[in-house]
């Protein structure tokens, strides 16, 4: 093996070895809590050194944090820009989206507890790092909001509150949803529905 071989294999192996970390992490996070779980915990679950956890994460707040940040961008690309030339109904797009991003946090129902549940315990850095995650939920909805109004699909409105009520409704919704356990495609398109009704029209008979 060439010597750029053998620094990619190495590369590759310290990937996998990461990707191993965190999924382990994951699960016992999802079957314990986080507060619960240790990093001795997750080295003995992985079966590998104390060296080798820290020569990925620092503490178990940064490992958290990265499966946080993968969480953040799966639900950024969830988002689907609304075509308004598409022949498919503006409401059904919309729709599109809401159901992808209830399936992303359904897919994720271990680190949505924390973040929507609030099962991170006392750890004030933990609860900073989830109040910035609800931050980007409220940027994500607004800036599809400053979409919509521009391309005139929406009314205007007070964007922080328009937002804010959205987030609100959204992590009730999805709270509601993580303690009742997974629910089938037919029922989180159902829920999905709900929400976006609930966001564009109100209570309202149409």
């Known amino acids: 093996m060439t010597e750029d071989g ?108 924390v973040v929507v549940l609030g099962e991170g315990g006392g750890d004030r850095e933990l609860q900073e790092r989830v109040r910035e995650f609800h931050g980007h939920a409220k940027s994500m909805i607004k800036r599809a909001l400053v979409a919509g109004t521009k391309l005139g699909l929406l009314r205007e409105m007070d964007l922080d509150v328009a937002a804010s009520a959205a987030v609100g409704a959204m992590k009730e919704t999805i709270a509601s949803m993580l303690v009742e356990g997974p629910r089938s495609k037919a029922a989180r398109t159902r829920i999905a529905k709900e929400l976006l009704e609930y966001n564009l029209f109100g209570l309202l008979a149409r």
């Open 6 to 113: 053998r620094v990619r294999r190495a590369r590759e192996l310290k990937e996998a070895r990461k990707h191993e970390i965190l999924k382990t992490a994951r699960r016992l996070f999802a079957k314990k809590g986080y507060e619960r779980v240790s990093i001795d915990d997750i080295i003995d679950a992985c079966g590998i050194a104390r060296a080798t956890f820290y020569a990925h994460f620092d503490t178990k707040r940064a490992l958290f944090g990265e499966l946080l940040d993968r969480l953040i961008s799966d639900l950024k690309d969830a988002f689907v820009r609304v075509d308004v030339v598409s022949n498919v109904p503006h409401f059904e797009q919309l729709l599109a989206n809401v159901s992808r991003l209830v399936d992303v946090l359904q897919e994720n129902s271990d680190l949505a507890r």
